[in-house]
């Protein structure tokens, strides 16, 4: 098994759709918990940070479930910009430090 | 100049060339990341420093050479590199403990 596991999709949808993906890990001991998004050609960027009680920003929810080891991003309202991939890290404790490891991301369309 | 910076934003060397990224945060982080992200592949966590220590090396091949002379700066020296090395290298920074981490622009390295 994979110690991140996302769906690369594509993920097609209208826009004003809602939208959710999920990633799930394998390591029971991982502590903290990141989505990024990453356009075409471009570098990833923080989209934000997932928590137990469920962060909101906007049209976006970030939710983290420790109990079946998986995260979701809700996307509501989608625009044609929220196309990009959208990437999971989950931070796993190794030796005093933390080391990331990112999933394979999943691609999102927004179409008119 | 804020963020993180990276450069040369596009390399193409030889096999037989020996040349290094440099990686630049103004952040104020005190961890600091390489990463390799080749086309339809996963980001790939290649070296991780934390307080200029290295922390973490993912099996990456001894050609590929990291240096941390301080916590602003970060290197990755290369030399008789193969074509299959061919990919964007994005540097990231962060502060230590499994925190959100910022990348820079990445350097697309082509190996002819």
């Known amino acids: 098994r994979k110690e991140v596991e996302q769906d690369p999709g594509p993920f097609n949808v209208p826009e004003g759709a809602t939208v959710a993906f999920n990633c799930t890990y394998s390591?029971?001991?991982?502590?903290?918990f990141f989505w990024y998004r990453q356009d075409c050609r471009k570098e990833p960027k923080l989209l934000m940070s997932?928590?137990?009680s469920g962060n909101e920003d906007g049209r976006f929810t970030a939710q983290l479930n420790r109990a079946s080891q998986y995260i979701s991003l809700l996307i509501r309202d989608s625009k044609l910009s929220d196309s990009a991939t959208y990437l999971c890290?989950?931070?796993?404790?190794?030796?005093?430090?933390?080391?990331?490891?990112f999933g394979r991301g999943t691609s999102l369309i927004v179409h008119p | 100049e804020t963020g993180v910076t990276q450069t040369p934003r596009h390399l193409v060397m030889g096999m037989t060339n020996k040349k290094s990224l440099k990686c630049e945060q103004h952040?104020?982080?005190?961890?600091m990341y390489w990463y390799k992200q080749s086309a339809k592949k996963p980001l790939e966590l290649m070296f991780v420093?934390?307080?200029?220590?290295?922390?973490e090396n993912n099996s990456v091949p001894s050609r590929f050479s990291p240096e941390c002379p301080n916590s602003s700066h970060l290197f990755l020296h290369l030399h008789t590199l193969q074509p299959e090395d061919s990919a964007l290298y994005l540097c990231?920074?962060?502060?230590?403990?499994?925190?959100?981490?910022?990348f820079g622009p990445g350097t697309r390295l082509t190996v002819t």
């Open positions: 990231a920074s962060g502060l230590r403990g499994g925190h959100e981490q910022y």
């Open positions: 390591n029971s001991a991982s502590q903290s």
């Open positions: 997932v928590y137990s």
């Open positions: 890290v989950v931070n796993s404790p190794s030796g005093g430090s933390y080391i990331p490891t």
């Open positions: 952040l104020g982080h005190n961890a």
């Open positions: 420093y934390s307080l200029e220590e290295r922390v």
